[in-house]
């Protein structure tokens, strides 16, 4: 039977993406799912639960209320509560129960909207997808409801294009947002740090952050920037999103090791003033004897960067399924499926990725790269930081 895993684990659900993104930004988000269900959702896949607060709630669906399709209790429920803690926004997304049975989500979302004036929408999940999925369109969502169009300096689009230049290979303060970056890819404040001091020490701006270390106001200024860093698969849909109705370019890829680090820079240099999308990681990969598991963009960027500092060929297998499809080389795989990706590591002889992956690369040299939406906790603290530093993992 293809897509099933009898020994290696699964990666975190589109409802955890979904909590995972929204998390920062002040709103309400509510699962619709059976009572108990919260710490799923939470505390397995959410390590900020720990140190900082969000209303993340469930609806507490029963099996009556499944049966009969009890949306009024639902809706009644949601009212009472965005009246008590009055968020900045009511997000709403489905467990499988309520996607099998073909629950309204959006149209509850209208009715509590004009109920309580709170901005609300849905989130579109089933339970069934990857941390990705759900992500991508809690982002997306956001983004559409709350961006100032306005008061952005992309709405004169020519007069964007003119603002920046460069000099001496330097930046007039290109405005930057990194899209993409949740805990789930990236477990540590370390790691938004690194981001940022890298961004600041190139001589840009960070203009705002999807969504680590955030706030409503930064999605409010998301069309204030001049371009966009997507760092992991996450991102993408959003950034192509503010290309196409802002003119917002992006560069795609994380700035792992030195030499990468350095081609990162360059591409959002380049990519601001000429208004061209640039994949970091294109032209930077040759097919190797070592193998890198995991979500594409950040080991795509991995693969570049041994390569760039350190001589090392190697080949992604992208193993959530869900990833950026358009980065991988001829000689990468995408696969979820756990038989074929065992067969497909029979060909290396070195492996990065997961700890949990170990049990199906017996004989091979097994290099741990903790990743949060697969292992959860478990190996957090282990998680070494490879943004603009030298790369020591191998």
């Given at each position: 039977?293809?897509?099933t895993?009898?020994?290696?684990?699964?990666?975190?659900?589109?409802?955890?993406?979904?909590?995972?993104?929204?998390?920062?930004?002040?709103?309400?988000?509510?699962?619709h799912?059976?009572s108990?269900?919260?710490?799923?959702?939470?505390?397995?896949?959410?390590?900020?639960?720990?140190?900082?607060?969000?209303?993340?709630?469930?609806s507490?669906?029963?099996?009556k209320?499944?049966?009969?399709?009890?949306d009024?209790?639902?809706?009644?429920?949601?009212?009472?509560?965005a009246?008590?803690?009055?968020?900045?926004?009511?997000?709403?997304c489905?467990?499988?129960?309520?996607?099998?049975?073909?629950t309204?989500l959006?149209?509850?979302?209208?009715?509590?909207?004009?109920?309580t004036?709170i901005?609300?929408?849905?989130?579109?999940?089933?339970?069934?997808?990857?941390?990705?999925?759900?992500?991508?369109?809690?982002?997306?969502?956001?983004?559409?409801?709350?961006?100032n169009?306005?008061s952005?300096?992309?709405?004169?689009?020519?007069?964007?294009?003119?603002?920046?230049?460069?000099?001496?290979?330097?930046?007039?303060?290109?405005?930057?947002?990194?899209?993409?970056?949740?805990?789930?890819?990236?477990?540590?404040?370390?790691?938004?740090?690194?981001?940022?001091?890298?961004?600041?020490?190139?001589?840009?701006?960070?203009?705002?952050c999807?969504g680590?270390?955030?706030?409503?106001?930064?999605?409010?200024?998301?069309?204030?920037?001049?371009?966009?860093?997507?760092?992991s698969?996450?991102?993408?849909?959003?950034?192509e999103?503010?290309?196409?109705?802002?003119?917002?370019?992006?560069?795609?890829?994380?700035?792992y090791?030195?030499?990468?680090?350095?081609?990162?820079?360059?591409?959002?240099?380049l990519?601001?003033?000429?208004?061209?999308?640039?994949?970091?990681?294109?032209?930077?990969?040759?097919?190797?004897?070592?193998?890198?598991?995991?979500?594409?963009?950040?080991?795509?960027?991995?693969?570049?960067?041994?390569?760039?500092?350190?001589?090392?060929?190697?080949?992604?297998l992208?193993?959530?399924?869900?990833?950026?499809?358009?980065?991988?080389?001829?000689?990468?795989?995408?696969?979820?499926?756990?038989?074929?990706?065992?067969?497909?590591?029979?060909?290396?002889?070195?492996?990065?990725?997961?700890?949990?992956?170990?049990?199906?690369?017996?004989?091979?040299?097994?290099?741990?790269?903790p990743?949060?939406?697969?292992?959860?906790?478990c190996?957090?603290?282990?998680?070494?930081?490879?943004?603009n530093?030298?790369i020591?993992?191998?």
């Amino acid at each position: 039977m293809n897509q099933t895993a009898r020994i290696i684990s699964i990666y975190a659900a589109d409802t955890s993406g979904v909590c995972s993104a929204l998390y920062e930004f002040g709103g309400m988000t509510v699962i619709h799912d059976a009572s108990g269900c919260n710490s799923t959702y939470t505390t397995h896949d959410e390590p900020r639960w720990y140190d900082k607060k969000s209303m993340m709630f469930i609806s507490g669906l029963t099996e009556k209320d499944a049966v009969m399709g009890n949306d009024d209790k639902f809706i009644n429920d949601l009212i009472i509560a965005a009246n008590e803690l009055n968020p900045k926004f009511i997000a709403l997304c489905a467990s499988p129960l309520p996607a099998m049975i073909g629950t309204d989500l959006e149209a509850i979302a209208y009715a509590v909207e004009n109920e309580t004036c709170i901005p609300s929408f849905s989130v579109k999940t089933n339970g069934m997808n990857s941390y990705i999925y759900g992500i991508q369109n809690a982002f997306l969502e956001l983004a559409k409801r709350f961006i100032n169009a306005k008061s952005s300096s992309n709405s004169n689009i020519k007069s964007n294009i003119e603002s920046t230049v460069i000099f001496d290979n330097k930046t007039s303060k290109i405005k930057v947002n990194i899209l993409g970056m949740t805990p789930l890819d990236f477990p540590k404040k370390e790691y938004f740090d690194s981001l940022k001091s890298f961004i600041e020490d190139s001589g840009m701006i960070l203009n705002a952050c999807m969504g680590m270390e955030t706030s409503l106001c930064e999605v409010e200024n998301l069309a204030d920037a001049n371009v966009n860093l997507i760092v992991s698969s996450s991102g993408k849909p959003l950034g192509e999103y503010l290309y196409d109705k802002y003119i917002i370019p992006y560069v795609k890829g994380v700035p792992y090791g030195i030499g990468f680090a350095e081609k990162i820079k360059k591409s959002l240099i380049l990519s601001a003033n000429k208004k061209t999308c640039i994949d970091a990681t294109k032209d930077l990969r040759e097919k190797g004897r070592v193998a890198i598991l995991g979500e594409s963009v950040l080991s795509a960027s991995l693969a570049s960067a041994l390569l760039l500092d350190k001589g090392i060929k190697a080949d992604v297998l992208e193993t959530v399924g869900e990833g950026d499809f358009e980065i991988l080389k001829d000689f990468d795989i995408s696969c979820d499926d756990e038989k074929i990706l065992e067969d497909a590591l029979k060909n290396y002889d070195t492996i990065i990725g997961d700890p949990l992956f170990k049990p199906i690369c017996k004989g091979k040299n097994f290099i741990e790269l903790p990743h949060e939406a697969f292992s959860g906790r478990c190996f957090t603290k282990n998680s070494p930081n490879l943004i603009n530093t030298n790369i020591s993992i191998i």
